[in-house]
């Protein structure tokens, strides 16, 4: 009788204990060769799946690359098309109002910077520790 704390034998481990005790083991013959037989069946079965999952994913490959192609077309179209759209109807307002407001969002960047340099330039330094520092300050050369 066999612990259940041990591990359950392989199939090929089971073929070969039935085979060296073919007079008590022709229950462990079979079991392990239908075992194997059923490994193989399953390992065939895992590699035509993958090889039709990669078919697949060529013809997606395929198929996105041939949608690339189209809208790389309809971009250059419309690119073409662009200056047309330039001289006809586009009043230079709204190109006039983006320049300004991005330059008054410049000015309070910059006024935010200077503010903030102001700022710690004029807090007063810290009054030094009255215990010795806990690293020599001499530099050794």
């Known amino acids: 009788m066999r ?3 041990e591990t359950p034998l392989t199939h090929r481990e089971r073929l070969t204990r039935g085979l060296a005790h073919t007079a008590a083991g022709p229950v462990d013959v079979a079991r392990g060769a239908v075992g194997l037989s059923g490994d193989a069946v399953r390992r ?3 590699e035509l799946r993958r090889r039709y999952r990669e078919s697949q994913l060529s ?3 395929a198929e996105a690359a041939e949608a690339a192609a189209r809208e790389l077309a309809a971009a ?5 098309a662009f200056p047309e759209l330039l001289e006809g109807s586009a ?10 407001i991005a330059a008054a969002a ?10 903030v340099v102001v700022i710690r330039r004029s807090k007063r330094p810290e009054e030094p520790s009255p215990r010795p520092p806990s690293v020599d300050a001499q530099h050794k050369i």
């Open 3 to 5: 612990l259940a704390t």
């Open 44 to 46: 065939g079965a895992v």
């Open 59 to 61: 013809d997606r490959v």
């Open 76 to 80: 250059q179209e419309a690119v073409a």
């Open 91 to 100: 009043p230079r307002r709204h190109v006039r109002r983006s320049w300004v």
């Open 106 to 115: 410049g000015a309070a960047l910059l006024a935010g910077g200077v503010a």
